[in-house]
């Protein structure tokens, strides 16, 4: 078991829907990630939030938007997605201090876009 | 160029083999380098974290960095079946944030 946990681990919605990812960490970490991973592909990073704050948004479109209510949680709330948005999302996390610290995943949301 | 470079593979050996799995990077200002495991339908698992050049040993597992030659390995011992998945190798670009992979590559342990 990771010790990044991600809910829910699979999820079918429609073009129209709204919907939450959820990601939660108890390893006092303070860097939090969304990625993406397409099938056979390396994951792509979305969004990297520093302290609670957004830091990194990698050009992402703005049907995806994130949330990190606090230190421990970060959500990705989906809406009016397209079907190449069906993909593997994994959340992770990492020390802030110092720099470069290696990130530990969870095993991702499986997406599916009907 | 990709800033790092991995053979996709599939890569199949007999179990009990040494496995080696290879990376170039294109930037001589990368220091820390890291190999991820990713088993089918689960995240990236942290396998081995470097800094610099020289090797590192964590049980069957070595990892290599030769900064002369912007080329890191991980070497795999007494290889078995359960290490079938796809190895990413990875390193910081753009500041300590910024994960960039290798497109990974898929090994299958055969019996």
């Known amino acids: 078991d990771t010790e990044v946990t991600q809910t829910p681990k699979h999820l079918v919605m429609g073009m129209t829907n709204k919907k939450s990812l959820k990601c939660e960490q108890h390893?006092?970490?303070?860097?939090m990630y969304w990625y993406k991973q397409k099938a056979k592909k390396p994951p792509e990073l979305m969004f990297v939030?520093?302290?609670?704050?957004?830091?990194i948004n990698e050009s992402v479109p703005s049907r995806f938007s994130p949330e990190c209510p606090n230190s421990s949680l970060l959500n990705l709330h989906l809406h009016a997605l397209q079907p190449e948005d069906s993909a593997l999302y994994l959340c992770?996390?990492?020390?802030?201090?110092?720099?470069?610290?290696?990130?530990?995943f969870g095993d991702g949301t499986r997406l599916s876009i009907l | 160029q990709k800033e790092v470079e991995q053979d996709p593979g599939p890569l199949s050996v007999p179990e009990g083999a040494i496995v080696s799995l290879n990376c170039t990077y294109s930037?001589?200002?990368?220091?820390?380098f890291m190999w991820y495991r990713q088993y089918s339908r689960k995240g990236p698992e942290l396998l081995m974290y470097t800094y610099s050049s020289g090797n590192k040993e964590d049980g069957r597992f070595t990892a290599q960095v030769d900064k002369s030659s912007k080329y890191i390995s991980l070497f795999i011992r007494d290889s078995q079946p359960s290490d079938s998945a796809t190895y990413l190798c990875?390193?910081?670009?753009?500041?300590?944030?910024?994960?960039?992979f290798g497109t990974g590559t898929q090994l299958k342990v055969e019996l």
């Open positions: 390893m006092g970490h303070r860097a």
């Open positions: 939030y520093s302290y609670e704050k957004l830091s």
């Open positions: 990875a390193t910081f670009s753009g500041g300590g944030n910024k994960l960039t």
């Open positions: 930037n001589s200002a990368f220091q820390y």
């Open positions: 992770a996390s990492s020390q802030e201090r110092p720099g470069n610290q290696p990130q530990h």
